[in-house]
């Protein structure tokens, strides 16, 4: 069983930036596709960024693209999502995902792990 936990998260303003760590535990003798997803109150669970097992490709959601940029250590079993010019709509619960057998997709369904996610809101 694969653990993951979330770090990171917080309160600020529109325009900051924060980085969300990702640390996945257990075992992980092999690298998994990673994303992050975040649910916003009220709404579903939605795609934010994912990367390929060796960080070589990613994709984004229009809505956090050139904003977000996901990254990953490997050597420390560590993702993570750069957020900047934080919006009041990026107010959400964040997680991150691993995705065994996968590249790494928008689809939730892909996803074999789940973090218990980090609160990020962005006050106006």
């Known amino acids: 069983q694969v653990q993951l936990v979330e770090s990171g998260g917080g309160l600020v303003q529109a325009g900051d930036s924060l980085r969300l760590s990702c640390t996945a535990s257990?075992?992980?003798?092999?690298?998994?596709?990673m994303g992050w997803f975040r649910q916003a109150p009220g709404k579903e669970r939605e795609f934010v960024a994912a990367?390929?097992?060796?960080?070589?490709?990613?994709n984004y959601a229009q809505s956090t693209k050139g904003r977000f940029t996901i990254s990953r250590e490997n050597a420390k079993k560590m993702v993570y999502l750069q957020m900047n010019n934080l919006k009041p709509e990026d107010t959400a619960v964040y997680y991150c995902?691993?995705?065994?057998w996968g590249p790494g997709t928008p689809n939730e369904g892909s996803y074999d792990y789940w973090g218990q996610g980090t609160q990020v809101t962005v006050s106006s």
């Open positions: 995902a691993a995705d065994f």
């Open positions: 257990g075992p992980t003798d092999s690298n998994y596709a």
């Open positions: 990367i390929s097992r060796n960080g070589g490709s990613d």
